[in-house]
């Protein structure tokens, strides 16, 4: 699908995708072998995802290694 970019460089998604993005009002952005990709943001913040969590005895340590064991597999799939 080709996008619009506009003077100000700002691009519009496409209904289709923002029907599969869902509900997510941030993304992450960064470039992987030329192209940009996006990613939705589904947690606002680490203290939120903290909160939510923790009920279930889900430590900060917990969370963090587990983001970086994920960002490590995602490293290792763009390689």
Not at 10 to 39: C, D, N, S, W, Y
């Amino acid at each position: 699908m080709i996008i619009r970019i506009s003077p100000q460089w700002q691009v519009t998604i496409p209904k289709a995708f923002r029907q599969r993005i869902g509900a997510a009002r941030q993304m992450e952005a960064r470039m992987e072998q030329a192209a940009l990709v996006l990613r939705p943001v589904l947690a606002p913040s680490p203290d939120w995802v903290e909160q939510r969590f923790a009920a279930e005895g889900i430590t900060r340590e917990v969370l963090w290694e587990a983001m970086r064991v994920i960002e490590q597999r995602r490293r290792r799939e763009v390689s």
